[in-house]
């Protein structure tokens, strides 16, 4: 039975050594307390020794850097997954702040109100309370925001004269802001003072004076559009 063995120091470093065991042993006698590695081959190996304690010393030469590349891409996970994915940009922290603080005041107004709740003024079926606000909303006679997972209807927009409908003005300045307002960006348009009306906000307005506030939107429209 052939030996393979490996050890440092007393050859040079990363060497190998093959023989038989008694052979193997004896020069391992001259090795100092060091780390060795011995590999027992089957019978019949002799031939293919050399080879296998050739390989075994090009490996022995890239183990420490393998494993000390493992350690540096252990650290450098660790240090991405504890990291923000995207460090912001302090203007994008400014812009968040905002976005954040004109939520809050749209919130804040208590004008909205959920599916269910106009269901229950309108006097809708019970057993599917969201299926005609869903249905305005797809039609785009009336849009919603989106808060925790649940949509709210703007209650400034529905008319309660008219069993809780929405305003008919209502869908013609959705269409006038289609391709540059979403629900948040026109609620915050309703809520907003507005010069053209006099520094009131349209959404105070829109039953009592509906024209002006869609001629409002239209002007501010063209004026986006003339920059």
């Known amino acids: 039975m052939s030996v393979l063995a490996a050890y440092p120091l007393a050859f040079p470093e990363g060497s190998t050594l093959t023989g038989l065991g008694r052979e193997v042993r004896e020069k391992l006698e001259t090795v100092p307390n060091e780390p060795v590695v011995a590999v027992v081959l089957p019978r019949g190996s002799g031939a293919s020794a050399g080879a296998i304690a050739q390989t075994l010393q090009n490996i022995a030469q890239l183990v420490p ?5 493992q350690q540096q891409q252990a650290i450098k996970a660790v240090v991405e997954a504890l990291m923000p994915k995207v460090m912001p940009l302090p203007n994008v922290l400014k812009e968040a702040e905002m976005q954040a603080r004109a939520r809050a005041a749209v919130l804040a107004s208590g004008d909205w109100m959920t599916a269910s709740q106009i269901a229950n003024a309108a006097g809708f079926s019970s057993s599917n309370p969201s299926a005609q606000p869903s249905k305005w909303k797809r039609e785009k006679a009336i849009f919603t925001i989106s808060h925790n997972g649940v949509d709210y209807f703007p209650g400034y927009g529905l008319d309660p004269a008219a069993g809780y409908r929405p305003l008919k003005t209502l869908a013609n300045i959705i269409q006038i802001f289609e391709h540059s ?4 960006g026109l609620a915050y348009w309703f809520l907003s003072p507005n010069s053209f009306l006099g520094g009131q ?9 509906p024209q002006r506030v869609a001629d409002a939107a239209a002007d501010e429209l063209e004026g986006v559009a003339h920059g």
């Open 65 to 69: 850097s393998l494993i000390e590349s």
């Open 181 to 184: 307002k979403d629900g948040w």
């Open 201 to 209: 906000r349209p959404q105070d307005l829109l039953r009592s004076a």
